[in-house]
């Protein structure tokens, strides 16, 4: 179950797990959570290369309380250069939670143009266990499944403890899907996690000496072919780091003073489909919607 356990920097009967495990007891019982991650993604298919980055910050308040507030900003790029057209108008996103509505404004003015800029600031109910299910998964980059650590060290700099691990291939679904499910509104065919094989992740873990995870990182390779055994395959390398920004402090939740402006999704979707009754104003209600599910599928 749990194999190559090893200790480097600590006497003997240090249990690597055990510092893990505390860490991240001290970690779930934060009422507060200032978070920066970025995940960078690499694809190779025989000679062609292309590279997607999310990066995100996310500040959140009442974890523990119950009165969620959260302030997250979401930034894409493919090949270094940001996504700025009308397919994916997700890449410079804005979203926000308080008063038991997540708020969303996509639409960059522009690239979308003012009159987009209307139908680009959205708001609907949501209960804390949905919005901590799509912005709280994130964090899942510090869950380590202990069936499927192959390797687990633990070193010491200073009143640092990092923890190094490695994972067994087999035992890594939940991996992909967090991955899959942070890209899946920019990456298309990598949203089904099943066609994938993980062939090496390795991490590491930086504890502060408060004993508050501060940082992770995370590297990955894995591949998928694309049908049957003569089909190209494609390869993938990603890189994950997250860091926790002051742990234990108190953190500031800054939200817009324009909330009250965001058009209510349900009654947008109505108003589009009454104001647009041909095939194209159709198409136009359906493209809200895949937006809509798209912003909240992709922050996690």
Do not use: H
């Not at 640092?160 to 691990?165: G, P, Q, V």
């Not at 780091?241 to 402006?261: H, K, W, Y």
């Amino acid at each position: 179950m749990f194999a190559g356990v090893s200790v480097s920097g600590f006497a003997a009967e240090t249990d690597p797990w055990q510092v893990y495990e505390e860490a991240l007891t001290k970690q779930n019982e934060l009422d507060g959570m200032d978070m920066s991650m970025s995940t960078a993604v690499s694809m190779m298919i025989e000679d062609q290369i292309n590279d997607i980055t999310l990066d995100m910050d996310c500040q959140m308040n009442g974890l523990q309380s119950g009165d969620l507030e959260m302030a997250a900003t979401m930034n894409y790029t493919m090949g270094g250069e940001q996504l700025s057209d009308t397919m994916n108008v997700l890449t410079n996103a804005r979203m926000y939670y308080t008063g038991g509505y997540l708020y969303m404004d996509m639409f960059d003015a522009d690239v979308m143009g003012e009159d987009a800029v209307d139908y680009g600031k959205i708001k609907y109910p949501a209960d804390i266990d949905s919005v901590m299910a799509q912005f709280g998964g994130s964090t899942d980059i510090m869950e380590l499944n202990k069936e499927a650590i192959s390797e687990l060290t633990l070193e010491e700099d200073g009143d640092t403890k990092i923890l190094r691990y490695a994972l067994n291939a087999d035992n890594t679904n939940s991996i992909i899907e967090s991955v899959m499910g942070q890209l899946g509104n920019v990456s298309g065919s990598m949203s089904n996690a099943d066609l994938y094989q993980i062939t090496e992740c390795t991490g590491t873990m930086t504890i502060n000496s408060d004993g508050y995870i501060e940082s992770q990182s995370m590297d990955l390779a894995m591949n998928v072919s694309l049908g049957d055994e003569d089909a190209e395959t494609v390869y993938y390398s990603v890189n994950m780091d997250a860091d926790i920004l002051n742990p234990g402090q108190e953190v500031t939740v800054e939200l817009p003073d324009d909330l009250d402006s965001y058009s209510d999704y349900e009654a947008l979707l109505e108003s589009l489909q009454e104001e647009y009754s041909t095939d194209s104003g159709e198409s136009m209600t359906e493209s809200v919607t895949e937006t809509a599910e798209a912003g909240t599928e992709g922050a996690m």
